[in-house]
């Protein structure tokens, strides 16, 4: 039988199980500047659009290192995540 998929996971406590919500399981990190090389493939799909949005952006008037603009759209993206997260969404 399939396991039904939950937006909170369970944890062994002394024989027991005890619902624990996802932001109780995923500790926060430490706030730090400290740069991560972060190696990802990406398809050209992905890669175009970024490309695209960097060129729309200069011709705009805006100049941006790509290094800078993929890591301003990695924050966006994880900032909206959490917004729709807490909101419950």
């Known amino acids: 039988m399939a396991q039904r998929k939950n937006s909170t996971t ?5 024989g027991k199980r005890k619902l624990v919500s996802p932001t109780e399981s995923i500790p926060k990190p430490p706030p730090s500047e400290e740069e991560v090389a972060l190696n990802v493939e990406i398809s050209k799909a992905v890669g175009w659009r970024l490309k695209i949005a960097l ?3 200069e011709a705009g008037g805006r100049k941006t290192a790509k290094k800078q603009f993929v890591q301003e759209a990695l924050i966006a993206a994880l900032n909206r995540f959490d917004d ?4 419950g969404a």
């Open 84 to 87: 729709e997260y807490q909101s």
């Open 55 to 57: 060129l729309h952006l």
């Open 10 to 14: 369970s944890k062994r406590v002394s």
